[in-house]
């Protein structure tokens, strides 16, 4: 069986917050746009395992899809952000908006296994990855 990782990482935050920007929370951003966002905010260059577990994790609950290879956040992740964001600063602090909701987000092997044998094999995320580097890396 293959491994998988169920718990959120903080790349897995850094990860969407880019996909956020990239993208204006409208319309979709192609992988080489967020991970140029993700380096252009604080630096981060994101390995091809801290990609492909972020986007596993974050397509199997449901907050970004993939669509004609861009990522779209999806209109339910949307709707939750921008509520946790007008209820940031009501009761007692925490984390961020983004990293709290994420982590009220179950990961199941079966979810994870799913974007594996189905999204992934038409994204080429390996590919995509691959011409990030050629170009910028």
């Known amino acids: 069986m293959a491994k998988y990782n169920l718990t959120w990482q903080e790349s897995d935050a850094q990860l969407l917050d880019a996909l956020l920007l990239a993208t204006g929370g409208e319309g979709g951003a192609t992988l080489q ?21 972020g986007l596993e994790k974050l397509i199997a609950t449901g907050c970004i899809t993939i669509q004609k290879n861009k990522l779209y956040l999806s209109p339910e992740f949307l709707e939750e952000y921008e509520k946790a964001t007008l209820d940031e600063g009501v009761g007692e602090p925490a984390a961020r908006p983004l990293e709290k909701l994420l982590h009220q987000k179950e990961i199941t092997v079966e979810a994870i296994e799913q974007v594996r044998t189905s999204i992934f094999k038409k994204y080429k995320l390996k590919n995509h990855y691959q011409q990030y580097l050629e170009q910028f890396g």
Do not use: I, N, Q, R
């Open 33 to 53: 746009d967020v991970l140029l966002m993700g380096d252009a905010v604080d630096g981060t260059v994101y390995s091809l395992e801290e990609v492909t577990a």
